[in-house]
């Protein structure tokens, strides 16, 4: 696949994106060809970006476009449910992720079309751009990147631009 100057590419360094390389982390699983649910791998391919959420009690909005997260959203991970890989609110009885996380890993998460919108049950939910733990850290399949750098990409973005992940 061919990347375009605005795609976002995952090299064995880092993420280069418009003529810098940036540091980040992967899933725990390596980069996947098949991914399924649960395996910490990040899916080999071309991902859209179809948003971008983010804190408002703890970041100034990053573009005009992004969403703020609130306190009952949620993610459904749960592949037998309808909702698979959809955000959803709480109250919400199938397994799932909150959104609005304690610690600061979901201020600023940037949403790509990773088996989305039409799920395929247990090919895998939620690869998300956000911020890392710490530098090496593996995910649960996600790219992670230092908030500085994360807020930067967010800010430079468009819904044109891709996640590209060669295996």
């Given at each position: 696949?061919?990347?375009?100057?605005?795609?976002?590419?995952?090299?064995?360094?880092?993420?280069?994106?418009?003529?810098?390389?940036?540091?980040?982390?992967?899933?725990?699983?390596?980069?996947?060809?098949?991914?399924?649910?649960?395996?910490?791998?990040?899916?080999?391919?071309?991902?859209?970006?179809?948003?971008?959420?983010?804190?408002?009690?703890?970041?100034?909005?990053?573009?005009?476009?992004?969403?703020?997260?609130?306190?009952?959203?949620?993610?459904?991970?749960?592949?037998?449910?309808?909702?698979?890989?959809?955000?959803?609110?709480?109250p919400?009885?199938?397994?799932?992720?909150?959104?609005?996380?304690?610690?600061?890993?979901?201020?600023?998460v940037?949403?790509?079309?990773?088996?989305?919108?039409?799920?395929?049950?247990?090919?895998?939910?939620?690869?998300?751009?956000?911020?890392?733990?710490?530098?090496?850290?593996?995910?649960?399949?996600?790219?992670?990147?230092?908030?500085?750098?994360?807020r930067?990409?967010?800010?430079?973005?468009?819904?044109?631009?891709?996640?590209i992940?060669?295996?």
């Open positions: 696949m061919e990347a375009k100057k605005t795609d976002l590419v995952l090299t064995p360094t880092g993420l280069r994106f418009l003529g810098r390389c940036l540091p980040c982390t992967i899933g725990r699983g390596g980069i996947v060809a098949d991914k399924r649910e649960g395996d910490g791998g990040t899916p080999a391919g071309a991902h859209g970006i179809v948003g971008m959420l983010y804190r408002p009690d703890r970041m100034a909005r990053p573009t005009d476009w992004a969403l703020p997260i609130g306190p009952g959203d949620l993610w459904c991970d749960d592949p037998r449910h309808e909702d698979y890989n959809l955000m959803v609110r709480a919400f009885t199938a397994s799932h992720e909150a959104l609005r996380r304690p610690d600061p890993l979901y201020d600023l940037i949403l790509t079309d990773w088996n989305w919108p039409r799920a395929e049950s247990g090919r895998g939910s939620a690869i998300f751009l956000h911020r890392w733990r710490r530098p090496g850290y593996p995910t649960e399949g996600c790219v992670a990147f230092d908030p500085a750098d994360l930067w990409i967010a800010r430079r973005i468009t819904y044109e631009t891709r996640l992940v060669r295996a």
